[in-house]
């Protein structure tokens, strides 16, 4: 499959494979995208740095990826040599036979999205995409909609098994600064829509907003509040830009009381009112 027809938000049909280059990659530096549907890639050669929900990482040479449906990204930087396969399964598609996908959700995968794999196993994923690649272009296809759901669960269990085997993606023990951090990055991304108070965070985790703060910033360097801020602003972002649906819903549904408290929030962020940036 063409690189340029890697989709931007879903799958138009249950599953596409193919190979992403650089150029490709940089079309989500545009502006954050909700990523509808499940994502494998492999990162085959060259570096990228995004930003997955709410933390940016950096995907190197030989790394393993997984985004989940629901996942907002956005590409900081690609290098001109990046080369990506991937094996995208559309969102209908997930949800009728993700039988397992909720057991990916461990917690070396919520926080660290990515399995890096030894020189043998990234040949054996070169391997394994260029011989699916052919089944499925063979006249008659060797692979069905009902033999692709049987590889969509091999692909779930290997990807879960890598990542739990492997050294680079155990966690490692952790102080309890690092434990809150965590706790904290995962219930903003469950509530920042309602949730826009540091207070209902530190209810939420039974601890003082005080403590919180001071804990939050020594483990990242970034205060509790921004790490709510940025969790609306990717939101607000990816629908001004992807949907035509007005600006007062966009803020009703990110738990603003009116249009104008929405509008002051994201200018003071961002430098321009949600209209212009939307008509930017």
Known sequence: ???DKIP??????????GEASGKVLNEYGRFPCQIQCAVYAFMKKGSA???LNITQYDFKENDLIYVKPGSFLFVQECSEDAQLNY???SSSFVDKNAYGIRRLSFPSQIYQPIVKLTPEQAEVIVQFTCLLETAINSTPTMISTD???HIFNLIQQTYFELATSSESA????QDRKTEIYQEYNNLVLQHYHEWHQVASYADAMHITVPHLCSTIKAA????ASDIIADAILMDAKAQLKVTTMPIKEIAMRLGF?????????FKSHVGVTPRAYRND
Do not use: W
Not at 8 to 17: A, K, Q, V
Not at 220 to 223: A, F, M, R
């Open 1 to 3: 499959m063409k690189d």
């Open 8 to 17: 931007l938000i879903d799958c138009p049909i249950d599953y596409i494979f």
């Open 49 to 51: 740095r995004a930003t």
């Open 87 to 89: 094996i995208v399964f």
């Open 147 to 149: 033999r692709m759901v």
């Open 170 to 173: 155990k966690l490692q023990p």
């Open 220 to 223: 990242s360097g970034h205060t």
């Open 257 to 265: 009381e009116n249009v104008a408290f929405f509008n002051r929030f």
